[in-house]
């Protein structure tokens, strides 16, 4: 049997573990637009966990999404996490996702680093800034989380999924120096206690307390993505919303897939494992100066045989599984 953990490094040809380089050093970029934006807000589109390193069609997949953003043209596109290993081969994914020629940003998932890559290789090959960093456009702050740091205080089975105290220290500051709302972007999920970040609760406290010091709902928005599901949670007045895979749903180590066939397997048997999703989705984000966050979400079904007739509990993860990110119309305060 094998488990999730294993399941991604048999994808990565099992060649180690999670290297941290505690060098690394998080960073502000400047905009171009810190004091001239555009009235009605900012457009960004976002895509999380593509895996495609174990996708049979992760190219294809990244290739209908960059066709989409270029003709929506949002102020820039972001990545959740999962996206791809810093492999030579996987260039050709890197020229597709550079046919956006607008912004283009990165949130470290705790898989981009299989098979012994360091976050500074995942970082240099995405032409990435840092693990952690923030940036300011249109009249909003955005700040990028990495939620794959070790824990200092707990034993913490399977993937780091933390994040430190200096990091904790950075985000603070980072948070005070701006007066500008704020929208946090990190891959595992803030509210969700099954393999979300292992202190979620200490980050969000801090948010908290920093909108409380603010004298107003700073931080408004948090996007993640982790764990293939589709859900949104307001807490205490932050807004947390889960963004789907674009490419499938992990259904257990036990689990038989049936919807491709037996040579499909032959060469894509770690697929065996998971639903995929039958076409690729995203969600594309608005937000205002007028409190409003709008969510364009999509929807496939699953490939080769409905949802229902899997057998699958769906609710095995207490948030249905489906191969959709809603569509949602969110006020901030």
Not at 98 to 123: A, L
């Amino acid at each position: 049997m094998i488990n999730r953990k294993k399941f991604i490094q048999l994808g990565s040809l099992g060649l180690g573990s999670i290297l941290v380089n505690k060098s690394l050093a998080s960073t502000s970029i400047a905009s171009t637009t810190d004091h001239v934006f555009k009235a009605e807000g900012i457009k960004f589109g976002v895509i999380a966990d593509l895996h495609h390193d174990l996708m049979h069609d992760g190219l294809r997949r990244a290739k209908l999404f960059i066709e989409a953003m270029k003709n929506e043209n949002p102020d820039f596109i972001i990545s959740l996490g999962d996206f791809c290993f810093p492999k030579a081969k996987n260039k050709e994914l890197m020229a597709i996702w550079d046919g956006f020629t607008g912004e283009r940003h990165f949130v470290i998932g705790n898989h981009d680093t299989d098979g012994g890559f360091t976050k500074q290789q995942v970082t240099d090959f995405w032409n990435s800034p840092a693990p952690y960093y923030s940036f300011d456009k249109q009249g909003f702050h955005f700040v990028i989380l990495d939620g794959n740091e070790q824990s200092l205080t707990k034993k913490i089975e399977g993937y780091p999924r933390s994040i430190g105290q200096q990091q904790l220290e950075w985000l603070k500051k980072d948070i005070r120096n701006t007066k500008k709302r704020v929208i946090i972007f990190c891959h595992q999920g803030l509210d969700n206690e099954d393999g979300g970040l292992e202190n979620g609760m200490a980050v969000r406290y801090l948010l908290e307390q920093m909108n409380i010091e603010a004298g107003f709902n700073k931080i408004l928005l948090v996007l993640t993505g982790h764990h293939h599901l589709n859900y949104h949670n307001e807490i205490n007045g932050i807004h947390y919303v889960q963004i789907n895979s674009a490419s499938y749903y992990w259904a257990g180590d036990t689990f038989e897939s049936k919807a491709f066939d037996a040579d499909f397997y032959k060469k894509h048997g770690i697929l065996k494992r998971t639903l995929v999703y039958q076409d690729p989705i995203w969600a594309t984000v608005s937000i205002d100066h007028k409190k409003n966050i709008r969510i364009q979400g999509s929807e496939t079904t699953m490939a080769g045989i409905p949802l229902a007739q899997t057998g699958i509990d769906i609710y095995k993860d207490v948030y249905p599984i489906s191969a959709k990110i809603d569509s949602r119309h969110l006020r901030y305060r």
